[in-house]
């Protein structure tokens, strides 16, 4: 397909050049729910870890999401990194632009590093943009838009990727907080209150944030850091990145108003090859 003259420009224009100082205020940002007057959330809240390019397992566990909500509302935050290095981004991106089929439920996609490498690869950045998002599976990714490893180019890739894809991923917010949660990809800086939180850091952040507790009031939901042994529950912060392309189990985390978090998870199995 061919995009409209400028289309690719003002993508470009669109991300910063500095995102040292960007802030949660200043953007597509924390986008507050209904909580009850205890601060408790509301309704039931998923959190779903990195699902890069497994639709195969993203729709195993939309299944489980459902069947555990029963008649509640569920809202579904997933924690980005929706694409690369699994077989399926194309697909992925596909059932969550269709969003939830249950009448009340809502899906919430956050931004991760890894779709921001798409981003900026696609949106031409830079030569090196586009390599290093060769190298952390964009190759897989382009693959999925039925482009071969001869044919990876940004011309290529600008042609294949339909714009809406590209739209819904610069669309993606960096933050989500329900009741006393705050769902994002990374995590936080442990040293900076909320509002000095960068899009930056909340995209790409390891340590200091998985050292220690950070003194924010909130429970930190997050992806980004796999651990392959099941999700992790450490003081402030849930992690559920269980490296569903390598392992073949994606988790989501279930918050219910007054209860302990519980997890859902798909059955592992082998990742397909090239994955």
């Known amino acids: 397909m061919r995009f409209a003259p400028g289309f690719f420009e003002a993508v470009a224009g669109w991300m910063r050049t500095d995102e040292s100082e960007a802030t949660l205020s200043d953007r597509r940002n924390l986008k507050p729910v209904a909580a009850s007057q205890s601060g408790q959330i509301a309704a039931v809240h998923y959190g779903v870890g990195d699902i890069h390019g497994m639709r195969r397992l993203l729709d195993d566990l939309i299944v489980r999401i459902e069947a555990d909500a029963g008649e509640c509302p569920a809202v579904v935050v997933f924690l980005g990194d929706l ?30 590093n890894h779709d921001q490498l798409m981003l900026d690869a696609v ?9 290093r998002w060769m190298q952390k599976g964009g190759l897989e990714t382009l ?4 482009l071969s490893r001869k044919e990876a180019s940004v011309s290529r890739a600008r042609r294949a990727i339909p714009s809406h894809h590209l739209a819904f991923l610069d669309g993606l917010p960096f933050s989500y907080r329900a009741g006393d949660h705050l769902f994002v990809h990374a995590g936080v800086d442990p040293r900076r209150p909320l509002d000095r939180q960068s899009e930056e850091t909340m995209m790409n952040i390891r340590e200091p944030f998985l050292r220690g507790a950070h003194l924010l009031p909130f429970t930190v939901v997050h992806g980004h850091v796999p651990s392959i042994g099941g999700p992790v529950v450490a003081p402030r912060r849930i992690g559920v990145d269980t490296g569903a392309y390598a392992s073949g189990v994606l ?5 219910r108003a007054g209860r302990t978090p519980r997890f859902l998870a798909t059955a592992g199995e082998p990742a397909p090859a090239g994955g």
């Open 83 to 112: 694409v690369n290095r699994g077989p399926a981004s194309r697909q992925v991106l596909e059932r969550l632009i269709e969003g939830p089929q249950r009448r009340g439920d809502t899906w919430v996609s956050l931004r991760g």
């Open 123 to 131: 949106a031409g950045k830079s030569e090196a943009a586009f390599r």
């Open 143 to 146: 693959a999925s838009y039925g």
């Open 251 to 255: 988790t989501a985390v279930a918050l």
